[in-house]
């Protein structure tokens, strides 16, 4: 069904993406040392909204919604389903281990893309290091901390 310009697909799609709510705002208002729980509570709400927002969106992505059946309608719950259930694995499964290897790999992804484009993989490394240090010391934990320093 094409209503306007836009497909049904297309007005799902946009309707994914507003169903979003931003707690980006509220979080700035709190203060993570005074309310810690608060925080963490608004903080994961936010995350859930979002994660909640683009598994729909990627199931609509999938799916060729002009001719809507049954089989269409079960499959994209599926499809859902399955998005939201094996993404749930994957972020339980972090490890201080993991974590610290995925900081090493990044640095070595920069070296390797410097080589492959005939640059300089020492300054590239350099600055990779310098920009990767503002995220990485303020957001790995603390055991990974004790890692990366040794």
């Not at 399955?82 to 490890?95: D, E, K, N, R």
Request: hydrophobic share 50%; glycine share 4%; net charge negative.
């Amino acid at each position: 069904m094409i209503i306007g310009d836009l497909t049904i697909a297309d007005y799902l799609s946009i309707g994914a993406i507003f169903s979003a709510t931003d707690s980006v705002c509220t979080l700035q208002v709190l203060n993570q040392d005074e309310t810690p729980l608060l925080y963490s509570l608004v903080f994961g709400e936010g995350v859930v909204n979002d994660a909640t927002s683009v598994v729909p969106f990627n199931a609509i992505q999938r799916f060729d919604l002009t001719h809507i059946n049954l089989a269409i309608a079960l499959e994209f719950a599926g499809n859902f389903f399955y998005l939201f259930i094996l993404s749930t694995p994957l972020g339980v499964a972090h490890s201080t281990d993991r974590e610290v290897a995925l900081v090493m790999l990044l640095a070595y992804l920069s070296y390797m893309l410097a080589e492959k484009f005939h640059l300089s993989s020492i300054l590239t490394v350099f600055f990779c290091g310098i920009a990767m240090s503002h995220y990485t010391w303020h957001n790995v934990t603390d055991n990974s901390k004790c890692d990366l320093i040794r």
